[in-house]
């Protein structure tokens, strides 16, 4: 018995399908139109079996005029009436919420915009660039993930906090600049303005992604350390160091045509990076061109898939409007057939 109720209880409370996408906002309105048939029963015993007529003229149209169309006036009445009845029930369609099982981790991409990131080792772009393209396009490939954007050189700075307005991250991405804050690479430092950021997310899953080209020379936070009590909030940090091997052009200064390089040995801590990313359940990566980075940007990407179930909504249409009009036609049709059998003055 029980179990009768609360189907009852679910049916009275949700939305009713009707014929297809369409539906009923308001179920229970259509108990109404249960009063019908029971309405018209009533009528029949108690209505005197008489016909009337307002003008005597009618009669010579024939005994059965009248009686035919007694019999549909009433019929138009009742019609509009279920009309209106519809209508009052919110009858509307694609109002459907569905539960999709899609990624969902928060995520902080931390960019180092130091000086030595316009080398340019990596033609026909410098290393900025062309981590900014592979950032937006790994950015691009998330769908339900919460991003934010950290920039880091001497310090630290959040420009983007863990949000899923995609179209922000990546205006932001797109905006980092070397120059921007004072230079130098406090790895130390972004590590641990990322943690804050990550550490009272509520995402199922908390991940760093830490670009650089450099070894750690700012900053009061050991790299060491701040990964440690990274990994107690369960962040997990993939680094990426950014370069090629050997020699490559980097900026000393300015001259009267703008930024003067030259070759100098690439130096990029990678066990440090390794050691911060093993400590926190991560991985290090070496990028040493741009293919290279892509690559492994679509490794991270497949080490980071969470499911959570995701809720997507449709907006609905109002359908009201047809047994509305439906219910104006049968009560003009009402109006019409009195007037013409002469009932109506």
């Given at each position: ?26 179920p229970w309105v259509l108990l109404l139109l249960l009063a019908i048939p029971g309405w018209i029963w009533w009528r029949r015993r108690h209505q005197p079996p008489a016909l009337v007529f307002s003008r005597a003229s009618l009669l010579a149209r024939g005994p059965h005029i ?280």
């Amino acid at each position: 018995m029980s179990g009768a109720w609360d189907w009852l209880s679910r049916w009275w409370q949700a939305p009713l399908p009707l014929i297809g996408n369409i539906e009923f906002a308001r179920p229970w309105v259509l108990l109404l139109l249960l009063a019908i048939p029971g309405w018209i029963w009533w009528r029949r015993r108690h209505q005197p079996p008489a016909l009337v007529f307002s003008r005597a003229s009618l009669l010579a149209r024939g005994p059965h005029i009248g009686s035919k169309w007694a019999r549909v006036a009433p019929w138009l009445r009742w019609a509009a009436i279920a009309g209106v009845v519809v209508a009052l029930a919110q009858p509307r369609s694609g109002a459907r919420t569905e539960n999709v099982t899609r990624d969902g981790i928060d995520i902080a991409l931390v960019v180092d915009i130091s000086s030595s990131m316009l080398a340019e080792d990596f033609q026909p772009q410098n290393r900025m660039e062309v981590a900014k393209d592979k950032a937006k396009a790994f950015v691009t490939g998330r769908q339900t993930d919460r991003i934010g954007v950290i920039a880091f050189s001497g310090e630290a700075l959040t420009q983007v906090p863990l949000t899923a307005d995609y179209p922000v991250v990546l205006a932001a991405i797109e905006n980092l600049q070397p120059g921007q804050l004072l230079d130098g690479t406090a790895i130390g430092t972004a590590i641990a303005t990322a943690a804050n950021r990550l550490r009272d997310s509520d995402g199922r899953s908390r991940v760093m992604l830490l670009l650089t080209d450099g070894e750690n020379n700012r900053g009061a936070i050991d790299p060491r350390t701040a990964a440690q009590a990274s990994a107690q909030f369960g962040i997990r940090i993939y680094s990426i160091g950014i370069g090629s091997e050997g020699m490559a052009p980097m900026p000393v200064g300015r001259g009267l045509f703008g930024l003067r390089y030259e070759n100098r040995p690439v130096r990029i801590d990678e066990a440090l990076l390794t050691e911060i990313s093993e400590s926190s359940g991560g991985r290090y990566f070496r990028a040493r061109d741009a293919a290279a980075l892509q690559g492994i940007f679509e490794q991270i990407d497949l080490l980071e898939r969470s499911p959570v179930e995701a809720r997507s909504y449709v907006r609905f249409t109002e359908r009201f409007q047809w047994p509305l009009a439906f219910a104006v036609l049968a009560l003009i049709g009402e109006v019409w057939v009195l007037a013409w059998r002469g009932t109506v003055p």
